[in-house]
C-alpha cells in the first residue's frame, strides 16, 4: 500500500459503539482525532427486550425484534475492522435467564463478543462520558442515569467516579410491574414513585459516604428518560433549560390529576417514548424527592461516548475537558477562521474581562465562554460575509460539538449571534435573570473587543484602562489612539448607544 493510501485509510478509520440496551439498542460510529472524536452516524431503535418478561425469559417476540434490529446495523457495521466494535449489554442481558442464546446469536451476526457489564460498571463509564463530553464549573458532580431496567448513580469528582450504584428500577420494569396491572395512571405513577424514593434512601442510609455526596455540586441526568423529560417540560414552558423541582412539580400534577393522558401524547414526547413516558417521569420525580434537588441538568452523552472514551484512552490519553477545546479547534480549521484574528479578540476580551471582575460576571465558565466565542466570531465568514455573525450562530446552534451541553452551546450561539449589529437582548431574556444579565455583560465585552481590533492588525491593537461599577464601563485609551483610528472611534459611539439600550453606560476617551 502507498503511502497516500495509508494515510487516507488511517484518516476514515471508524469505531463503533454498540449498546444493547433494556429499552433500545444504540449504534455511534465516530472518527478517531487523537484525543477526541468526530461523530460520523448515530442509530437508535426501540427493542424492549424487558417488555413482556416473565420467569425471567426473553420473550420469542422480543428476541426476534433484537435481532432483527442488530441485522439493520450489521450492514453498516459491515465496512469497519471487526476489532473497531465494542458492543455492551446491559440490565436485561444481565438478568434474563436465556440471555447467552441471544449472545450467542449477536456473536454470529456480527463477528464480536458482547461484553455483558455489571450496573457497577455502566455507571462508571457514563460516569467518564459526563466528565470527558462536557464541560462542568463544579468539582464534584453526581450523574444518574435512567435506563430501561435499572438506573445507575455515580458520585465522583473532575477525574473519576468514587461510587457507583446499580438499581433495578428502569422505565420498561417499571411499566410492565405497575402502568399494565390496570389500577390507573395516578396510581401507577404514585407507586413507582414511591419504590424510587424507598429505593435511594435505602442506599443512602446504607452508605456513609453516599449521604456525605448528595446533594454536593452538580447533578447531571443522562439517557433518552431524562432528555424525554426535559423535552416536555421546555414544550409546555415549565423550565427554561434544566430539570427543576417547580417543573416536575407541575408534571406530576398533570399526570396524577389526569389532566394529561400521556396514551394520546404530549407536547414535545416522541412517540416511541409515549408508552413509558409515566414511569420514566415518575422515576425522575422520585430522584428529585430521594436526593432532595433543586435542579437537574440534562447532559447529551450515555454509555456509547464512555465506550469511545475507554477505546480511545488505549490509543493516546484522553485528557478530561479538553474535548470542547478540540470542538472549538475542529469548527475553526473546518471554516476556515483566522486564527491571529480569533487570537487579538481573545486577548482583549481577556483584558476587559480580568478588569471588571469586581462588579461584573466572574466566574470560570464564563470566562472560558467569552474565550471561545471570541475565537469563533468570525465562523460565518465563509458562508456569506453578510450577516457572517448570524450564520456563525446558525452553526454553532446546530453543529456537533463533543463536550458541549444544550445550554452552553445555545449561549455560545447567542454570544457570536450578538457580537455585532442589534443587541439580541430578547433572546438572552429567555434565560433566568441572573444568566440574562451575565450573557449581557459578555457580550458587551466581545463586541467592544471586536470594534477594538478593527485594524486586523497586532501592531494597532490599543493600550487602554477599564474602570468599571454594576451599570457602567469606562475606557481610557494611550497616545490619541481614537484619534488614529476613527473606523473603531465611531464604532464605538454607536456601541455607547445600543449598550446604553441595555443598561449599560459606556464612555471612552483618549488620554
Not at 179 to 197: H, R
Not at 211 to 220: C, D, K, L, P, Y
Not at 262 to 287: K, M, N, Q, T, Y
Not at 444 to 467: G, K, Y
Amino acid at each position: 500500500m502507498a503511502a497516500s493510501d495509508t494515510q487516507t485509510a488511517t484518516q476514515t478509520r471508524q469505531i463503533a459503539a454498540l449498546d444493547l440496551g433494556s429499552n433500545s439498542f444504540h449504534l455511534l460510529l465516530v472518527v478517531p482525532l487523537g484525543r477526541h472524536f468526530r461523530t460520523v452516524e448515530r442509530l437508535k431503535e426501540r427493542v424492549q427486550l424487558l417488555a413482556g418478561c416473565q420467569d425471567g425469559m426473553i420473550t420469542a417476540d422480543a428476541f426476534m425484534r433484537g435481532l432483527a434490529c442488530i441485522g439493520r446495523f450489521r450492514q453498516r457495521l459491515s465496512a469497519l475492522d471487526p476489532v473497531d466494535i465494542y458492543i455492551t449489554g446491559t440490565h436485561a442481558l444481565r438478568q434474563a435467564k436465556n440471555a447467552e442464546v441471544f449472545l450467542s446469536e449477536v456473536k454470529v451476526l456480527l463477528g464480536r463478543e458482547v461484553q455483558v457489564i455489571s450496573g457497577e460498571r455502566e455507571a462508571e463509564l457514563v460516569y467518564e462520558a459526563v466528565n470527558r463530553g462536557t464541560v462542568i464549573p463544579e468539582r464534584l458532580r453526581t450523574v444518574i442515569d435512567v435506563g430501561g431496567g435499572s438506573t445507575e448513580i455515580a458520585f465522583g469528582d473532575t477525574k473519576l467516579a468514587q461510587i457507583t450504584q446499580s438499581l433495578d428500577i428502569g422505565c420498561v420494569a417499571l411499566t410492565d410491574k405497575y402502568f399494565k396491572s390496570g389500577d390507573g395512571q395516578p396510581a401507577a405513577y404514585l407507586a413507582v414513585k414511591d419504590e424510587v424514593v424507598r429505593r435511594i434512601v435505602a442506599l443512602r442510609d446504607s452508605d456513609r459516604r453516599i449521604r456525605e455526596s448528595m446533594g454536593a455540586g452538580a447533578v447531571i441526568g443522562t439517557s433518552g428518560t431524562i432528555e424525554s423529560v426535559q423535552m416536555v417540560l421546555k414544550a409546555n414552558g415549565w423550565i427554561r433549560h434544566a430539570i427543576t423541582r417547580e417543573g416536575m412539580a407541575r408534571l406530576e400534577t398533570a399526570i396524577i390529576e389526569e389532566q394529561w393522558f400521556v396514551e394520546g401524547g404530549l407536547p414535545g414526547l416522541a412517540p416511541d417514548r409515549v408508552e413509558i413516558f409515566p414511569a420514566g417521569a415518575a422515576i425522575v420525580s422520585g430522584c428529585f424527592a430521594a436526593f432532595n434537588l433543586e435542579q437537574m441538568a440534562y447532559a447529551r452523552v450515555s454509555l456509547l461516548h464512555g465506550m469511545i472514551f475507554k477505546a480511545l484512552q488505549r490509543q493516546t490519553a484522553a485528557a478530561p475537558g479538553k474535548i470542547a477545546e478540540q470542538s472549538i479547534v475542529d469548527l475553526m480549521q473546518n471554516f476556515g477562521v483566522d486564527p491571529q484574528q480569533a487570537k487579538r479578540v481573545r486577548q482583549q476580551c481577556s483584558h476587559l474581562y480580568q478588569a471588571t471582575t469586581k462588579h461584573w460576571v466572574n466566574d470560570a465558565a464564563s470566562e472560558v465562554l467569552l474565550g471561545w466565542a471570541a475565537d469563533l466570531h468570525e465562523l460565518g465568514m465563509q458562508v456569506n460575509a453578510s450577516h457572517y455573525h448570524r450564520h456563525g450562530a446558525y452553526i454553532i446552534k446546530h453543529a456537533q460539538l463533543p463536550g458541549f451541553g444544550e445550554a452552553q452551546q445555545h449561549m455560545l450561539s447567542l454570544l457570536v449571534r450578538g457580537h455585532r449589529r442589534g443587541l439580541p437582548s430578547l433572546a438572552f431574556k429567555a434565560f433566568d435573570p441572573e444568566m440574562a444579565i451575565r450573557l449581557t455583560q459578555l457580550v458587551a465585552l466581545l463586541r467592544i473587543s471586536v470594534i477594538l481590533e478593527r485594524s486586523h492588525d497586532a501592531t494597532e491593537s490599543p493600550d487602554f484602562q477599564v474602570a468599571c461599577t454594576k451599570n457602567s464601563l469606562s475606557l481610557e485609551f494611550d497616545a490619541n489612539w481614537l484619534a488614529g483610528h476613527p473606523l473603531s472611534a465611531r464604532e464605538l459611539v454607536i456601541e455607547a448607544a445600543q449598550l446604553e439600550e441595555a443598561g449599560i453606560e459606556m464612555s471612552f476617551v483618549d488620554i
